[in-house]
Every structure is written in C-alpha cells, then in structure tokens.
C-alpha cells in the first residue's frame, strides 16, 4: 500500500479514516492532531507572557502514552516562552516494573532537558503498592488502592510545582473506554462532572473547581497509533504490563470496543464525540447542584469532603495490619 501523500510505502493504514501514510506523513498527521487538539480544547490562555507563564506539569509514567506526549509538548511549546513545563513521575513501589519505566523517564528528560521530577509511594505515604496488593486490609483490586494514592500525589505535587494544569497521555481508546463505563454505570453527574475535571475545552469549562484542572491532548489518537509513533521515533518507552493490573471491568470493555472498532471503523471516534457533547449539557445542568463542600484532611490537608480524605483512611487500614 502507498502512501496517499507522497507515494512512498505506507506504514498505517487507518480502517476509520481510509488514510495511508508512509512514516514521514503518519508522524506529521499525529502531531497535527495533537497540536489541534490543544488549540481546540483552548489549553493556552490567552493572557499566558513570558512575564507570567502558564506553567504544565506533564505526567510521565515512562510507558508509551506519556513518553509520545511529552516528545511532542517540548517540540511544539519547549521554545515558547508563555509556557512552562515539567515532568512529573510517581513511583508506586513496583518490583521490576516501575523501576525500568522511571530509567525511561529519566532518559527521555534528559534527552529533551526538560525538569524532572520522581515522587515515591514510599517516602509520601510510607508504603509500596507491591506490600499493598500482598495485605491487601480492605479486600479490594490493587489499583483501587493505588488510584487514590495517585490522585493524590499527582494533586498535591502539580499544585506544589504551581501547576496550572496537569497533562497526562489518555489516548483515544482509554477515553473511550472510560466513557462507555460511565454510560453503563449510569452515573450521570459523574458525566457532567468529567468535563470540568479534564475533558472539555477551557472557553466551557467551569474553572472554579478546587483541584488543578487536567487535560489529556492525545485523546484523538487511537493507541495503536501512539504506540506506532512512540516505535517509530525510538522513544524511549517501557512497555509491559504492571503485575497487579486488575481493572476487570475496564478489560472487558476494551476487548467490546475493539470488536465494535474492527466491524465498524471510527467507533471510538464516535463514542468519544457523542460523550464529549452529552458530558458539556450534563455539566451545564448539574453545575452547583448537590456541591458538597470540600475541607482539609486533617492528618494530610487534601481536599475531603468529610474530616479524614480516603488515602489517609486507606494508609491507616494498610498500617493497621
Ligand atoms: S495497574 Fe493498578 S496497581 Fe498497577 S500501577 Fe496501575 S493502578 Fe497501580
Ligand atoms: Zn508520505
Ligand atoms: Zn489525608
């Protein structure tokens, strides 16, 4: 197969689109996507100067999501002067996996010299996900666990590095799946609410929220695309499964979407556009309705709704053991 641009060999060939590209055109056509998408979605303020830059903290887990996201950040914006970036990794204390995707951040950092930043499970909060899923106090998934000690870590340092927003690598299939979870779950507020956390364009957003607001500037990419990209640029991605994966329920969505894809090419696409669009009029009506007001942990100071936040009623059920 050619390429539909030049004529040389195609090394994509894209069912939802019908487009070929040779490698030069497939790489140009994914950072085009992305550079859109961070226009679209209005992620640079207008007021954003040399004098008082907008400051991103990218999440950099090392795997190839993240890796691809910061390579073409710092292409586009490393010489901008309006704009700031640094790149964050968490370190959950996973044997033989984390370790290898941090040397992988480290190198692409370097590569780029960009500022980076490794913040640990361990000196945080005291515990290493791989004793976590072992004891496992509250018989739950391993990622349960981890994902509140994420979030919070993730929180509190974009926040201490003066963040204006975080940026991570959910590409098209994660967001998809993401949204048909919500759709089967029924949860509606929690539609409306994903759109001022990370989803909808800055000009709709409601930017009041308490938490630094996120944006995931790959979610047009299907990621096979992304891993594609990350193969082809030799990033330096870690690519293998964590050991203690475990969201079942996300799997078996996947494994539907990727049937849906392969008998209906642009599935996703469609999914993703329809709930980008729902989740807007969702956000629009649920606004201030039912808002709880947030405190302060009183062990860590993190924004809870009760007096203790869930990572620190977690920590202490892990340290009880
Ligand atoms: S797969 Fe689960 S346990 Fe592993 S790093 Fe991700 S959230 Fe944590
Ligand atoms: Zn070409
Ligand atoms: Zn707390």
Redo the contacts with the bound molecule.
């Keep these: 197969m050619e390429c539909d641009k030049c004529g040389r060999d195609a090394v994509m060939n894209a069912a939802y689109s019908g487009a070929h590209l040779c490698e030069t055109h497939f790489c140009r056509s994914i950072e085009k996507r992305v550079r859109r998408r961070i226009r679209e979605d209005s992620l640079i303020p207008r007021d954003a100067t040399p004098e008082d830059p907008e400051r991103w903290v990218i999440g950099l887990s090392g795997g190839k999501d993240s890796v691809v996201l910061t390579q073409i950040l710092d292409e586009t914006f490393g010489n901008d002067p309006r704009i700031e970036m640094l790149a964050l990794t968490i370190h959950?204390g996973?044997e033989g996996y984390r370790d290898k995707s941090v040397d992988a951040c480290v190198e692409l950092s370097e590569s780029l010299d960009i500022r980076h930043e490794l913040v640990t499970y361990e000196d945080e909060i005291g515990v290493k996900?791989d004793d976590v899923?072992e004891s496992d106090p509250m018989n739950m998934a391993?990622?349960a666990y981890?994902?509140v000690f994420?979030r919070d870590l993730l929180e509190r340092y974009a926040d201490e590095f003066g963040a204006s927003k975080l940026l991570t690598g959910h590409n098209l299939d994660d967001e998809a799946q993401t949204a048909m979870m919500n759709f089967l779950e029924g949860d509606v507020k929690q539609v409306a609410k994903h759109f001022d956390a990370s989803l909808g364009s800055f000009d709709d957003r409601n930017e009041q929220s308490e938490f630094i607001p996120r944006a995931k500037p790959l979610r047009d990419i299907p990621e096979k695309e992304v891993a594609l990209y990350a193969h082809l640029r030799d990033l330096p991605a870690h690519i293998t499964e964590?050991p203690?994966?475990?969201?079942a329920y996300r799997g078996e969505i996947q494994k539907l979407l990727w049937k849906l894809e392969e008998n209906h090419p642009g599935t996703r696409h469609s999914i993703l556009a329809g709930y980008e669009e729902l989740s807007k009029l969702a956000a629009d009506q649920y606004r201030g309705a039912g808002e709880v007001t947030l405190n302060e942990c009183e062990e860590c100071g993190s924004k809870t709704s009760g007096t203790r936040c869930r990572k620190c009623k977690l920590v202490d059920a892990i340290h009880a053991v």
């Design positions: 959950e996973i996900m899923a391993p990622c981890c994902g994420r964590c203690h994966a475990s969201e």
